[in-house]
């Protein structure tokens, strides 16, 4: 079955920087869209940002200019490269897998904790 696995998460100071990833599996890598979303305590989860199989991307507003996405579809891995972090950015950090023609996600991983002291 498939499965997504992140990993990456920590505490980190604010103004520093975390590379989370996420690997997958039982799945055709390039025939999907990837995304991360995020949550934090008390409020809903929020969509971060996305990487579709043809290499275009979207960004939140919040994390544009320094967050940035990318894939390695040799290893069947997409990153999340988080710079200037904030403690607004705290939170569990979730891939997702969405196939190509689909307006969902379909797929979710566990989640890794990103935790960032001002």
């Known amino acids: 079955q498939v499965q997504l696995v992140e990993s990456g998460g920590g505490l980190v100071q604010a103004g520093g920087s975390l590379r989370l990833s996420c690997a997958a599996s039982?799945?055709?890598?390039?025939?999907?869209?990837m995304g991360w979303f995020r949550q934090a305590p008390g409020l809903e989860r929020e969509f971060v940002a996305a990487l579709s199989w043809s290499g275009s991307t979207y960004f939140a507003d919040s994390v544009k200019g320094r967050f940035t996405i990318s894939r390695d579809n040799a290893k069947n891995t997409v990153y999340l490269q988080m710079n200037s972090l904030k403690a607004e950015d705290t939170a569990v950090y979730y891939c997702?897998?969405?196939?190509?023609?689909?307006?969902?996600?379909?797929?979710w991983g566990q989640g890794t904790q990103v935790t960032v002291s001002s």
């Open positions: 997702a897998a969405r196939p190509v023609g689909y307006s969902d996600y379909r797929h």
């Open positions: 039982g799945l055709t890598f390039t025939t999907y869209n």
